[in-house]
């Protein structure tokens, strides 16, 4: 199995950025795709970019030029810096790997909260 642990969440003021940190363990090569989810309360969490295995990624349109998402595959991580932030960027962001077997596993999810 597949576990993940993210850090690097806080308080920011609007415009500054934040990076945070996925840790991954167990079964790596079982991952297909690696994603970090955002979740407002009383929202559906959604998806807010995604690293392919071959290393594509893919962004919301309302973070594209503002968030990157990257992987050290020697430190078995994923990583997502977060710049020019946005009070609406305030969130609990979590970090979501699906398994090459359909199996979707989640982090236990970090606070960002963007201050105006």
């Known amino acids: 199995q597949v576990q993940l642990v993210e850090s690097g969440g806080g308080l920011v003021q609007a415009g500054g950025s934040l990076r945070l940190s996925c840790a991954v363990s167990?079964?790596?090569?079982?991952?297909?795709?690696m994603a970090w989810y955002r979740q407002t309360p009383g929202n559906q969490r959604d998806v807010v970019a995604v690293?392919?295995?071959?290393?594509?990624?893919n962004y919301a349109d309302s973070v594209k030029g503002r968030f990157a998402i990257s992987r050290d595959n020697a430190k078995n991580t994923v990583y997502l810096q977060m710049n020019s932030l946005k009070p609406e960027d305030t969130a609990v962001y979590y970090c979501n790997a699906d398994l090459k077997n359909g199996v979707r596993v989640w982090g236990q999810g970090t606070q960002v909260t963007v201050s105006s």
């Open positions: 690293i392919t295995s071959g290393g594509s990624t």
């Open positions: 167990g079964i790596i090569f079982s991952i297909n795709t």
